[in-house]
Each structure stands twice: as structure tokens, then as C-alpha cells.
């Protein structure tokens, strides 16, 4: 389960219009390069949203796979043969998206692409000097040259994640909005926390909770507490993916009032920056506020550029950088901050970690490119150390086993780039949830004139069941709406939905 | 080895040095004609022109295939004793200098920019011979190598390897893609500097024939001087520009001391060059503190009255022997100890990497310091991994461990010239001194080879045993050590 941020997709926001639902691009054809991770999750949910995909691979196999999961076209051919783009008449229509796991493959293509005239050009890149910065020469309009239309950067948007993750201390996810400003965070109830037992109603009159509005609880059903971890992986392992979890079901629900909060909930609260201060502690009594270290398991560009971010950002907190190999470890020390400290160990030595300073007051984040080493040593960093723990996962094959495990937050740099890039493309969309079971998004409308919503309270206007108003934005000034809030026109109104609910929601924006 | 590839490339050096003999054939005929030294020059041309002429008709084609490291190395190391060979021989033949061990350490002093003389009276040699002696320090301090590589672009070929062997510092800049280029603009800026500084002295009332030896002596960073005194005697002979010629020099001794190439960005408009540059931070700090303390140190003494006499002569001083140059002012032999310690201490840091002075240099010495620095944190943090940095560049492992072996070597190597001319019996300090002096190419040392003396008084064998340590030092040791592998010289 993930929430994103919006930064990136929040300039496409040009006018009001855009945000009308309904309003779709020009063509309905999207050209996808890359039949990798990124592609397929891409390729799929815009087939099933009605568009026209053609999908673009080397690797036939993979372009099989897709063929059988998706009612999509493909084409096995490499992505930056013009050939193939002339024979299926790339137009200006077209959008065009490069998500292959190559950098240089997506810029190439999306030349080509520019060749022919296509317009919306998106491309996936990870190098750290691939960005636009408006600073320097190497602005928008440089890439617009490149033809790049939107250059996304999934290294960058994985430190934005983990730094948002870093900000809200105690926080298992976030979704920014307005950069930053006014954003959604989840928390897990830990056990001792003073939530347990309280009902929503009422909880709006606790001062701390006054400007902050629960949109959304995942909650664990029939969970067996007594389970151990090993335990829990012992089942996984022995009864196959397949038939997995048994007596271990998650749910998303809007909550109602009388909702009696758990052990074990995630919490989404919507709200001010400001008043997300503190609030971490409240779901986890043992949560500590600030930290002192932070120790990154290296390995990676990714890691290379968290640390330079965080040494940036947090002046004064020491910087370990974790590498396993002496190549990698000297190339991080000649290359990095000098204020990074390198460590040259095994990511499984974590008695050298706990010796240089690894403890609670610590967060230890998996950054290499082995997801499975980003896992164990972040387990074993927490049972060592009870250090605060993110990791990055690159696959899907441990999503759902790691919201099992002791780790604090997790970070998938695929999901968001898959997200990001659904947002650019539905413009309305601020944020995608995609847990498996129950997929929930957070729209945002403007309420029509003369619509039958202006006037009414929220409490007596019913919004369709699984769905609830976060925001409400009225000129320069945000509402964290109540049941007595006045609905007006012109008003821009950020919905999280359940995915049962959007059609429902849209309809009402529509009329 | 490819003897004749090497035959040909030192008979190009010695037809350049022939080319400069000539010229001052002219200038001794048309100038100081009075002075009967135009034969002494002519003879030497023609020694040199027709020895460069054997060589080259005796050598080999060079092409890109023949210049390897061993010829690269083979050449740099016996073109400078071979240089050093035909550039004594006008003080010999002149009659100014009548015996040849002289003659080759006075010449040898010149072009290693050391400074060291045997002679305890230069008024009394021709205003040629001595003009051939300072320009010896000109020609020596960006290097002979180097400058062929501007001139001769045959050299191109293998340029890489010989610019290596010659320029001081352990990674020199190249400032071009090629080096015949880098070369070029080296001397440029170079010439450049020594116009600017010749001005500068000329307008300020020095004549023309003083101006150009003190020009020489100081972009080099050599420190002969026509003069008996050295600098010092305008001071002595009450000229009432003497503090003016003081700060010119000092100015231009610091900037000799300097990397030439922060010289070349600085002339190209990028002025903040040498602040961003750590080692020239360094540099410049180390050589305030140096002049504050010394001052200090002086002005406790009662040696001087007024403040602002102890800070001239402590910065001449001190920029004087930081930079290798050995220029006096003052005998600083008879300043008190911490001062006296001091200064020897600053001939064995030298100027920065790239510069004309000797020395371990600048950079080396920060390195050193860095890396002991890690080497005692790496107690507490044994995984941690550091690397050397200067802002945004590293100095590579490969190079850091060349760099240590290179201290080491030198120390080494001190320690046996101290052995080896303690022979000669005379004390610790003279002999400790003379050997530093020598060896970092600064010139004067203490006791009997202090700033009012001169190497004269040695026995011969010392005399030869100090030219080879100059000129280890000026090439930084190993192009000159690896010709004793006899690995280099088989075929």
C-alpha cells in the first residue's frame, strides 16, 4: 500500500480545465518502450482504462507475458529502430512513453519520437545528472530539445519519498500536495499507542487532532497477534504464494464515526504540515522524534545521491554509507561529500554498524540495488538495534510479504514511477493506491457552477459510500473539511476514493 | 633501450642549448665587447653545435613507436647532467671559473635553480658570463624538457612521458589536449611573468643588465645574483629603491612558487582560481605563518628596532626559502634559533606542485598530513574507507602510495648525502644544511654555507656528490633513480 507526492505531476495542473473530469487526450493509441517492471504495470492499468497500447520490447518473452496478461499490441523490435515507428505511424497524436531500464535507450527513443512529430514524450531515466534544473541551461526547454517532454527521474522521486518519510517521523507513507504543504500521511497503530480503543467521533475535539481528518484505515482482520514473524514466513514459505495469508486479510475502509480504532490499523490522516507535528508518537509510544545517524546500505547511484540529499538537508547528522565492495567503497569516498562517512563491510556486519554508532537514534535505510540484502539488513539492524528502518524493494515478488516483517516503511521506486506517470496521463488523479486487493485513489475535482452541491453541507450532501472529501481549497485558503463544512462553486475538492467509488464520485463533478 | 632514438633526442636539447650560446655570442660581442668573453661563447657554440650535430647524425629516427617509457626517462635524466655539461663551458673557457668541477657545479647550481656558488666574488666574472649563469636559472626552472616540447614538436610523441619525468609535482596539470600545446602556453605564461617582473624592476631604477639576472633568478626561483650582496647590497649601498625591490621580488618569488597552471586560469579571467585551490591556500597561509612567527621571533631579539624591518626581512626571507629561491637580504644565519629552524624547515616543503621551486613540495606535504590524520581515526573507525580530497579532486591510491614512496626517498636519500659529506669533516649544521640545500634546490644554508658564504671551499668529490643531488632533486628523484635500474638499458 503506497501513497505518492505530486510534485511532479502538480505543473500539468495548467488550468481549471484540465481538471474537469472526463477530459481525456487528444489520441487514444500510447506508445509504451519497455516491456520491463514499469511497462507492464503501465501498459496494464491503460488498457484497462480504454486506451490503445502498443508495447515495444527486445526480449520476445517478456512481450509475450504482456500479451497474455493485457489486450495490448505488441512489437518485438528494439525500441530505438525508427523503422518500427514508421511502420505504425508514430503522429503527433500519439503519447509517447520510454520506461525501459535503460537510460539512454529512453532518451534515443524519445528523439525519434520527436522526429516523427509525437508531442507528449515521456521518458524514465535514473542517472542522477538526467534531470532538468531551471537554474542552469539544462532547463525544460533544453530537454523539450532533447525531446522529452517529462523526464522522470525514479531516483529522485525515491529520495523525495524517503525524505517525506524522514519528516514525518513515525510515518509508514505519505502523499504531499501543493509541494508539500498540505499532505496525507499514514501511521500504524503500534501496540500501547493511546489510539487504541478511541471512536473517531470526538476525535476532532482533541486539540492535537483538530485540524486533521482521517480519511482512510487499512485494517487487519482476524490477524493471529501471536504469530511470529518466523512463524508467518514459515507458513508463507510452506504453503506456497498462492495460497498465502490465511487468517491474515487486510481492507481499506473509509471510516465512519463509531469506528473503533485497532492494534495494527494504518491510519490515513489528511492535514497542514504544521499540524502533523508530534503526532507520530501518538501511534507509536516508543517512537523517537529526532534522530542522529543515518546509515544507508550502499551499492548504488541511488545511494550515492540519498546520502549527498540527506547531508544536505540535515546539516549536522552523521552520514554512514555502507559498501560491500572495495571498487564501490573508494569510488563513494572520491566522489562523494568527504562529510559522508564510508564504511567498508559486509551489509551483514552489523556489529561494526552498532560500533560506529547504530542505535534507536538511528534510521537505517536499504538503498543497494539487491533487494534482498536491503531487507535482512534492515530486520537485522531493527531486532539488533531497534533503529528506524526504510527500505527500497524493486520487485513485487516481497510486497506483501514485508508489510509483515519489522520493517518501518518501504519505498518501491517502480510504483512510484508507475504512479507518477498514471498521474501525468489522467490529470486529475493526485494519487494512486495500489495495494492488490482494493485500489483506492486521491482525486481532485472543482465543483461545477450551479451544481447541486453548492450550498449544502458536506453532512447532508452524501458522497457515494467508500469515498470522502481531504480537501477543500477555496482561493488561497484550505479546509480540512468537517460534516458542517458549506460545499461552494468553484471550490477545488481533493476526494480520496476507494476504487468502487470513483466512477460514482466522477459522476456527481460531471452533472 | 633504442640508443640511437636517445642520440637523436639529447642532440636535439644540446642543438637547443647550442642555439642560446649563439645568441649570447652575439650579446657578448655587441654589448660587452670591452670584455674579450665573445670567443669564450663562440668556442662553446661550437663544441656544443658540433656535439649536437654527431649525436643526431648518429641517431636514430624518432617515431611514435620508439619513444617508450626507458628512452622518455633515459633522456630527461642525462639531458639535464648532459645540459648542465655544455652549459658550463663558457665559465670555463672564459677563464672566470678555471676549474671544470666548478664550472659544472656553478653551472649545475643554475639550471637545477638551486643557487648554490662556489664563487665568493661574482662582481669580479664578466657581465656575460654572469647573465649566461642567471639565464641558466630561467632556462632550468620551467624546465629544458619543456621547453623543447614547445619548440620541437617531434618531441611531441613521447612528450607525455618526458613532461612527466620534468615537471615538478606528483599528477602534472595538462593544460591542452596535447602537450606540445601545454608546453607552449607553460613558457608563455612563463615569459610573460618574467617581462611583467623585468618591468617592473627596470622601471624601477635597476639597470637593464641587473634587472634581467634578478628577473631570471627569480621566476626560476634560482637566486644567483650579479651582485656580491645579493639583494641585500641595494639595501647596503643606500638605494633608495631597495624596499621597492625587495616587495617586486618577494611578489614574484611567490608567484614562481605558485602552480603555473592556476597562473594560466588566473590570466584567462578566472581570478577566484587560487583561493578555490586548497593547495595554494595552504601555501599561502603556511607562508604568513611563517613570517608572523619568525617577526615575532626577531622582534624579541633586539637583533632589529623597528617593527617594519623585521617584517621585510622576515618575508623576504621567508618567501625566499619556502620558494626555493635563496635570494638574501639579510644573513638570517645570525638570527636567533627559532628562526634559523624554521627556514630550514621551509626548504624541505618547497613551493606548490607545478611551480618552479623544489622541494617535497606543497601538495605532498598536505597529503602526508592528511593521511596520517586518517591513518590515527582509522583506530576507531577500522571500516571506514577515506580517500584524500582536495575540494573536488582525489588523489588517486596509485598516486598516494608514489607520493609517500617519494617522501621516504627523500628522507632516505638526505640522510645518505649527510652521511656521504660528512666526510669532508666539517659540522653537523654546515654539512646537514648544505646537503638540504642542495637537494631542495634552494642555495643557501647555514654555518659555512650560510647566506654571506659559498660552496667554494669543498674538496672536489663533494662538489660532484651536491651537483647529482640537485639535479635528483629538481627531477624529483625517480626519472633520475630508475637510470640505475639496469633494467632500462638493455635492449
Avoid at chain 1, 66 to 90: H, K, T, W
Avoid at chain 1, 129 to 155: A, R
Avoid at chain 2, 24 to 32: E, I, K, N, Q, R
Wanted: some cysteine; proline content about 3%; aromatic content about 12%.
Amino acid at each position: 500500500m503506497k501513497l505518492r507526492n505530486i510534485k511532479s505531476a502538480h505543473k500539468f495542473f495548467k488550468n481549471s480545465e484540465d481538471l474537469k473530469p472526463g477530459k481525456k487526450n487528444q489520441s487514444n493509441r500510447v506508445i509504451v518502450v519497455g516491456a520491463g517492471q514499469v511497462g507492464t504495470h503501465i501498459m496494464g492499468r491503460l488498457a484497462a482504462e480504454g486506451y490503445d497500447v502498443v508495447l515495444i520490447d527486445e526480449d520476445e518473452d517478456m512481450v509475450n507475458k504482456s500479451r497474455e496478461v493485457a489486450d495490448v499490441g505488441c512489437i518485438v523490435g528494439n525500441g530505438c529502430n525508427p523503422q518500427i515507428y514508421s511502420d505504425i505511424g508514430l503522429n503527433s497524436k500519439d503519447l509517447f512513453l520510454a520506461v525501459t531500464d535503460s537510460d539512454e535507450t529512453n532518451l534515443v527513443a524519445c528523439h525519434i519520437a520527436q522526429a516523427f512529430g509525437c508531442e507528449t514524450k515521456i521518458a524514465r531515466v535514473r542517472q542522477p545528472f538526467y534531470k532538468s534544473d531551471n537554474e542552469t541551461p539544462l532547463n525544460d526547454e533544453f530537454w523539450k530539445k532533447m525531446g522529452v517532454e517529462i523526464l522522470f527521474n525514479q531516483d529522485l522521486l525515491t529520495i523525495q519519498e524517503i525524505e517525506h518519510l524522514m519528516e514525518n517521523p513515525g510515518a509508514i507513507d505519505t502523499v504531499f500536495l501543493h509541494g508539500g504543504r498540505d499532505r496525507i500521511v499514514a501511521y500504524k497503530v503500534k501496540p500501547h499507542s493511546l489510539m487504541i480503543g478511541r471512536r473517531l467521533i470526538g476525535l476532532r475535539d482533541v486539540p492535537i487532532f483538530e485540524n486533521l481528518l482521517v480519511v482512510a484505515v487499512n485494517t487487519v482482520t482476524d490477524i493471529n497477534t501471536k504469530t511470529s514473524i518466523s512463524n508467518r514466513l514459515k507458513e508463507h514459505f510452506s504453503t506456497g504464494k498462492k495460497s498465502k495469508k490465511e487468517g491474515l486479510k487486510t481492507h481499506m475502509l473509509i471510516p465512519r464515526g463509531d469506528y473503533k480504532i485497532k492494534e495494527g490499523d494504518l491510519l490515513y490522516l489528511a492535514g497542514v504540515r504544521k499540524d502533523f507535528l508530534g503526532i507520530g508518537h501518538l501511534f507509536d509510544p516508543g517512537l523517537i522524534k529526532e534522530f542522529t545517524r543515518v546509515f544507508i546500505l550502499g551499492g548504488s547511484i541511488l545511494s550515492h545521491q540519498l546520502s549527498q540529499y540527506i547531508l544536505q538537508h540535515y546539516p549536522g547528522k552523521s552520514i554512514y554509507l555502507i559498501e560491500q565492495t572495495k571498487k564501490e567503497a573508494y569510488l563513494a569516498s572520491e566522489s562523494l561529500d568527504p562529510r559522508i562517512n564510508v564504511l567498508l563491510t559486509s551489509s551483514h556486519d552489523i556489529e561494526t554498524l552498532i560500533q560506529e554508532g547504530l542505535d534507536k537514534y538511528s534510521i537505517f535505510i536499504g538503498a543497494s540495488n539487491e533487494e534482498d540484502d536491503n531487507v535482512l539488513t534492515c530486520l537485522l539492524a531493527k531486532e539488533e538495534t531497534q533503529a528506524r528502518t526504510i527500505t527500497i524493494v524493486h520487485s513485487n515478488v516481497y510486497s506483501h510479504l514485508i508489510q509483515y516483517l519489522e520493517i518501518d516503511a518501504t519505498v518501491s521506486p517502480k510504483s512510484l514511477l508507475v504512479e507518477d506517470v498514471l498521474k501525468v496521463l489522467r490529470k486529475n488523479v493526485y494519487d494512486v493506491l495500489s495495494a492488490k486487493e482494493h485500489d483506492a485513489e486521491i482525486l481532485e475535482f472543482v465543483v461545477p457552477e450551479k451544481s447541486i452541491m453548492a450550498g449544502q453541507r458536506l453532512r447532508d450532501f452524501r458522497f457515494p459510500e467508500n469515498s470522502i472529501v481531504a480537501f477543500i481549497y477555496r482561493g488561497e485558503s484550505i479546509i480540512i473539511p468537517r460534516g458542517d463544512s458549506v460545499i461552494h462553486c468553484g471550490d477545488h475538492m481533493v476526494i480520496f476514493s476507494l476504487r468502487s467509488a470513483i466512477e460514482e464520485v466522477q459522476n456527481i463533478f460531471l452533472n | 633501450m633504442n640508443f640511437r632514438v636517445l642520440s637523436t633526442l639529447l642532440g636535439l636539447l644540446i642543438g637547443i642549448l647550442a642555439f642560446f650560446l649563439l645568441i649570447f655570442t652575439l650579446v657578448a660581442f655587441f654589448f660587452y665587447s670591452s670584455e674579450y668573453q665573445a670567443g669564450a661563447f663562440f668556442e662553446s657554440f661550437l663544441t656544443t653545435l658540433v656535439s649536437a650535430i654527431i649525436l643526431i647524425l648518429w641517431g636514430g629516427k624518432v617515431s611514435e613507436e620508439n619513444v617508450t617509457f626507458r628512452e622518455g626517462f633515459a633522456v630527461v635524466g642525462l639531458g639535464w647532467i648532459v645540459i648542465a655539461f655544455f652549459g658550463a663551458l663558457p665559465f670555463y673557457f672564459s677563464g672566470d671559473i678555471p676549474s671544470f668541477t666548478d664550472a659544472y657545479f656553478e653551472s649545475m647550481s643554475g639550471y637545477t635553480t638551486t643557487g648554490s656558488s662556489i664563487l665568493s666574488s661574482v662582481e669580479n666574472l664578466g657581465h656575460t658570463v654572469l647573465l649566461w649563469r642567471s639565464f641558466s636559472h630561467w632556462l632550468g626552472g620551467m624546465g629544458f624538457i619543456v621547453l623543447s616540447l614547445a619548440i620541437l614538436p617531434a618531441l611531441g610523441v613521447g612528450g607525455m612521458q618526458l613532461y612527466k619525468a620534468e615537471v615538478p609535482g606528483p599528477s602534472p596539470d595538462k593544460l591542452m589536449p596535447r602537450v606540445g600545446q601545454t608546453a607552449r602556453i607553460l613558457y608563455m605564461v612563463y615569459s610573460l611573468l618574467t617581462i611583467l617582473q623585468f618591468s617592473l624592476l627596470w622601471a624601477g631604477g635597476m639597470n637593464i643588465f641587473e634587472s634581467l639576472c634578478h628577473t631570471f633568478g627569480t621566476m626560476g626561483t634560482g637566486g644567483f645574483s650579479p651582485l656580491n650582496g645579493s639583494i641585500g647590497q641595494y639595501t647596503t649601498t643606500a638605494n633608495s629603491s631597495a624596499l621597492y625591490f625587495e616587495v617586486v621580488i618577494i611578489v614574484f618569488m611567490f608567484i614562481a612558487g605558485a602552480n603555473f597552471s592556476l597562473h594560466y586560469r588566473a590570466m584567462k579571467g578566472d581570478w577566484k582560481v587560487y583561493f578555490a585551490d586548497s593547495e595554494f591556500r595552504f601555501y599561502f597561509i603556511l607562508v604568513l605563518l611563517a613570517i608572523f612567527t619568525i617577526s615575532l621571533d626577531l622582534y624579541n631579539s633586539s637583533l632589529y628596532d623597528d617593527f617594519g624591518e623585521v617584517v621585510r626581512h622576515s618575508s623576504f626571507s621567508v618567501v625566499s626559502i619556502i620558494t626555493t629561491t635563496g635570494y638574501g637580504t639579510e644573513n638570517f644565519d645570525l638570527w636567533p634559533n627559532y628562526s634559523r629552524f624554521l627556514l630550514v624547515f621551509l626548504m624541505f616543503i618547497g613551493g606548490m606542485a607545478g611551480s618552479t621551486g623544489g622541494g617535497i613540495k606543497v601538495l605532498r606535504i598536505m597529503t602526508i598530513m592528511k593521511e596520517a590524520i586518517y591513518e590515527i581515526s582509522h583506530i576507531i573507525h577500522p571500516k571506514k574507507v577515506y580517500s584524500i580530497r582536495f575540494g573536488k579532486t582525489y588523489i588517486h591510491r596509485d598516486v598516494l602510495s608514489s607520493m609517500n614512496m617519494y617522501v621516504i626517498v627523500f628522507l632516505i636519500l638526505y640522510v645518505l648525502g649527510i652521511l656521504i659529506l660528512s666526510t669532508t669533516g666539517y659540522d653537523f649544521e654546515t654539512v646537514s644544511t648544505m646537503v638540504v640545500a642542495c637537494f631542495a634546490n634552494i642555495g643557501p644554508g647555514l654555518g659555512r654555507v650560510g647566506p654571506t658564504e659559498n660552496y667554494g671551499f669543498l674538496p672536489d668529490y663533494a662538489k660532484w656528490v651536491l651537483s647529482y643531488l640537485m639535479v635528483l632533486g629538481r627531477l624529483e628523484l625517480f626519472p633520475l633513480l630508475v637510470l640505475s635500474l639496469p633494467g632500462i638499458w638493455t635492449k
